[in-house]
Nanobody, 123 residues
Framework: QVQLVESGGGLVQAGGSLRLSCAAS????????MAWFRQAPGKGRDLAAT???????YYANSVKGRFTISRDNAKNTVYLQMNSLKPEDTAVYYC?????????????????WGQGTQVTVSS
């Protein structure tokens, strides 16, 4: 079993930055692919970024060039650095994990989830 705890959300003005953190516990972190999903009000949960255990990353087109996913396997933590934030980035951001070296785009592939952290971007 893996436990995930997100932090770092908050209220920021458009153009600003935030860094989300997701601390994992319970199993060997380096053996897991990690992802950040987000769910805007009234919408479904969409992938923002994902990384393999070795650090290969994939980004949704909507965040490419603005967000950076990274991981520190020694600290059992994955990060999402969000720059040039826009009001449309407002959402609850969820950290997710799946065992294995490959990262997937579908939320259905991730059995482990954090509780979510709210990010609000004001215009």
């Amino acid at each position: 079993q893996v436990q995930l705890v997100e932090s770092g959300g908050g209220l920021v003005q458009a153009g600003g930055s935030l860094r989300l953190s997701c601390a994992a516990s319970g199993q060997t972190f380096s053996g897991f692919a990690m992802a950040w999903f987000r769910q805007a009000p009234g919408k479904g949960r969409d992938l923002a970024a994902t990384t393999t255990w070795s650090g290969n990353a994939y980004y949704a087109n909507s965040v490419k060039g603005r967000f950076t996913i990274s991981r520190d396997n020694a600290k059992n933590t994955v990060y999402l650095q969000m720059n040039s934030l826009k009001p449309e980035d407002t959402a609850v951001y969820y950290c997710a994990a799946r065992q294995g070296w490959a990262a997937y785009l579908s939320q259905n592939e991730y059995p482990y989830w954090g509780q979510g952290t709210q990010v609000t971007v004001s215009s």
